[in-house]
């Protein structure tokens, strides 16, 4: 009997190990030239609409250098799938500061939020901001202040927020809540405290990898087309899987080690109905991991650090378009957006 065990343990190994990953090529075609003049900041974000229109969030937190010879781009940029920027809106007063992720809900409005902020947005299409979560400049925290202490409970306040998920189903608004708090919070369509879940992890809690526990950062929020919420507990070195009412699922491990920049980042799904694969931008090694979704086994991974083509400086945030080209934006000082395009 255990020999049989065994032997059913090698076969499942093996035909785990002999899916195909798929493969992706960089593609240096995209995006084209900004208008003249225009220079990018730090790309906070990532994501794609229903027609594949690929919008990407700027800090424009450009050099003083720079600002000698050009001007920082608009906070929100949109290009379609030759890279032609068509159409860039948001005002930089009150975008939220250190904005940071993008989302397309059903009706492809977008939204975003901001690490340095105490705010979520939803803007149109066409860039009219039409909803607001949180006040600005008023933060969860015991005085209110960026710099107090958090409470992680705030019905009304957010406490620099890193992501959004919208439900198709009802739109209830998920956030990651995120740099400040350490937390999911849910609200209804009209912007109604719904529910919460999450807290900051001890140390012990870390080690053990509690569930509903974050090690510091929640960097992202996403949901799969089956309704499940993925979070990257970004510092935990995983992403955790939740039911909608933050119920917890399972785990997914990212990164053969632990790394002081933390491993989980991003994540986003292959385009088609099943989401056969998990793609992870793993930060703290610079590269995008490509797992089995079902799983969670790591099939593959690309990327190193470095700033040539194809490499990673501070990948930070991912998207996939219909498809399954995979587009990466990058922080800090690598300021800029690549497309890698399947080839299999």
């Not at 993925?230 to 992403?239: A, E, H, K, L, S």
């Not at 099943?274 to 079902?294: C, F, M, P, S, T």
């Amino acid at each position: 009997m255990r020999k049989w065990i065994v032997l059913s343990l090698i076969a499942c190994s093996c035909v785990l190990s002999a899916q195909e990953a798929p493969f992706f090529e960089v593609d240096p075609s995209f995006p084209k030239p900004l208008p003249t003049g225009w220079i990018n900041g730090q790309v906070g974000g990532i994501c794609i609409d229903s027609h594949d229109h690929i919008t990407i969030v700027d800090r424009r937190n450009i050099t003083e250098e720079e600002t000698e010879t050009a001007v920082p781009t608009p906070p929100i940029m949109m290009f379609n799938l030759e890279g032609d920027l068509i159409n860039s809106f948001g005002n930089p007063d009150l975008v939220p500061r250190g904005i940071h992720s993008c989302f397309f809900d059903t009706e492809d409005n977008v939204w975003v939020g901001g690490n340095q902020d105490s705010i979520a947005q939803k803007y149109s299409h066409a860039g009219k901001l039409l909803m607001q979560i949180g006040t600005k400049d008023v933060f969860d925290t015991v005085d209110g202040t960026l710099q107090g202490e958090a409470l992680n409970s705030g019905k009304e306040h957010l406490h620099r927020p890193s992501a959004v998920v919208v439900d198709p189903d009802n739109g209830d608004i998920f956030i990651s809540d995120g740099y400040g708090n350490r937390r999911i919070v849910v609200f209804d369509k009209n912007g109604n405290f719904l529910r919460q879940w999450g807290r900051q992890a001890t140390e012990a809690e870390i080690v053990a990898g509690t569930p509903g526990t974050f090690a510091n950062t929640v960097h992202c929020i996403a949901m799969n087309n089956s309704g499940e919420i993925y979070v990257c507990d970004r510092f935990g070195d995983r992403i955790q899987v939740f039911n909608k009412m933050g119920g917890y699922l399972r785990s997914i491990h990212i990164g053969e080690k632990t790394h002081s920049r933390g491993t989980a980042w991003s994540v986003a799904f292959s385009p088609d109905l099943e989401q056969e694969y998990l793609y992870v931008v793993n930060g703290g090694w610079e590269k995008i991991e490509i797992l089995d979704h079902a799983s969670g086994i790591s099939l593959a991974a690309f990327g190193r650090p470095g700033h040539q083509i194809g490499h990673f400086t501070h990948a930070h945030t991912v998207a996939v378009d219909s498809t399954g080209s995979i587009y990466v934006a990058e922080t800090s000082t690598g300021r800029r957006v690549q497309r890698f395009n399947r080839l299999n």
